[in-house]
T-cell receptor
Framework: GENVEQHPSTLSVQEGDSAVIKCTYSDSASNYFPWYKQELGKGPQLIIDIRSNVGEKKDQRIAVTLNKTAKHFSLHITETQPEDSAVYFCAASIGYKLSFGAGTTVTVRA | NAGVTQTPKFQVLKTGQSMTLQCAQDMNHEYMSWYRQDPGMGLRLIHYSVGAGITDQGEVPNGYNVSRSTTEDFPLRLLSAAPSQTSVYFC???????????FGSGTRLTVV
């Protein structure tokens, strides 16, 4: 099955700085790559996603890039704010099966 | 529009007991799935369903049973609880199953 690796496991940034989380996947057939944000005690919430026929997608302060050749994708958060503090998960999908990375705990320091 | 509703939010079971985790969605989504979340391991797919009457296994199906008699409901049954099933369980739904998953708020299960 699909194997998704996510780095780093923890990330501490100064408010206003950028945060970057990187993921790699193993199965070249994966064609959908969502990113989820999970706050304490809540379920994961979709923040941005990208399909394999697109190289980059941006939504306000959040952007995702995809390199199909290298089989890796990244989440970029610019101008970080305290409310960006959470656990972020990347995922890769083949058909109906979504495989998740282990998560990155992001802490934004005021 | 409540989205995906999971009950109960917390549950403690003794080893060997059985129970059903409930999941309901009101978005008319065809696809529903169950995940478990353990520290440092992300979310792992247990079972999924692409429509009423159709279910299939995910990555970690052993010890769990599912059925899908209606579009709205997708219960997860633990037949004989084991301490290894202590986890947080999330239900998710999607219109088509290939993108746009919506997650519930989770059920925290402890098996002693």
């Amino acid at each position: 099955g699909e194997n998704v690796e996510q780095h780093p496991s923890t990330l501490s940034v100064q408010e206003g700085d950028s945060a970057v989380i990187k993921c790699t996947y193993s199965d070249s057939a994966s064609n959908y790559f969502p990113w989820y944000k999970q706050e304490l005690g809540k379920g994961p919430q979709l923040i941005i996603d990208i399909r394999s026929n697109v190289g980059e997608k941006k939504d306000q302060r959040i952007a995702v890039t995809l390199n199909k050749t290298a089989k890796h994708f990244s989440l970029h958060i610019t101008e970080t704010q305290p409310e960006d503090s959470a656990v972020y998960f990347c995922a890769a999908s083949i058909g109906y099966k979504l495989s998740f990375g282990a998560g990155t705990t992001v802490t934004v320091r005021a | 529009n409540a989205g995906v509703t999971q009950t109960p939010k917390f549950q403690v079971l003794k080893t060997g007991q059985s129970m059903t985790l409930q999941c309901a969605q009101d978005m008319n989504h065809e696809y529903m799935s169950w995940y478990r979340q353990d520290p440092g391991m992300g979310l792992r797919l247990i079972h999924y369903s692409v429509g009423a009457g159709i279910t299939d296994q995910g990555e970690v199906p052993n010890g769990y049973n599912v059925s899908r008699s209606t579009t709205e409901d997708f219960p997860l049954r633990l037949l004989s609880a084991a301490p290894s099933q202590t986890s947080v369980y999330f239900c998710a739904s999607s219109l088509a199953g290939t993108e746009g998953y919506t997650f519930g708020s989770g059920t925290r299960l402890t098996v002693v």
